[in-house]
């Protein structure tokens, strides 16, 4: 569907996505920043989060994380109000400017 809505290619259908991580550094043995970590990058990595979103503009951006301990304090950081969704897949809904932002 991406190629057929953008008119793109099995070449170039990539163009038209993005790839980012809530936290920006993390330990690479263990994987995931520990709670020091995650508190120390938090304000810095909600404020690239917003930047992200005003600068590349997304119609929609999919947040593919666990809801209560990563995307949760981001949003609470950057003031981006959020809904609680109950569905199968969907954990969370929240709109920032013009960016529907879905939490799976």
């Given at each position: 569907?991406l190629?057929?809505?953008?008119?793109?290619t099995?070449e170039?259908?990539?163009?038209?996505i993005?790839?980012?991580?809530?936290m920006k550094?993390?330990?690479?043995?263990?994987g995931n920043?520990?709670e020091?970590?995650k508190s120390?990058?938090?304000?810095?990595?909600?404020?690239?989060?917003?930047?992200?979103?005003?600068?590349?503009?997304p119609k929609?951006?999919l947040?593919?994380t666990?809801f209560k301990?990563?995307?949760?304090?981001?949003f609470?950081?950057?003031k981006i109000?959020?809904?609680?969704?109950?569905?199968?897949?969907?954990?969370?809904t929240?709109?920032?400017k013009?960016?529907k932002?879905?939490?799976?």
């Amino acid at each position: 569907m991406l190629k057929e809505t953008n008119k793109r290619t099995d070449e170039d259908w990539n163009n038209n996505i993005a790839y980012s991580n809530l936290m920006k550094i993390s330990p690479s043995p263990k994987g995931n920043p520990n709670e020091d970590e995650k508190s120390f990058q938090r304000k810095c990595s909600a404020e690239l989060f917003k930047l992200e979103q005003e600068q590349l503009r997304p119609k929609n951006c999919l947040v593919i994380t666990n809801f209560k301990n990563w995307a949760e304090p981001i949003f609470n950081e950057t003031k981006i109000k959020f809904n609680i969704e109950n569905g199968l897949y969907v954990q969370a809904t929240a709109d920032y400017k013009d960016t529907k932002v879905i939490v799976t």
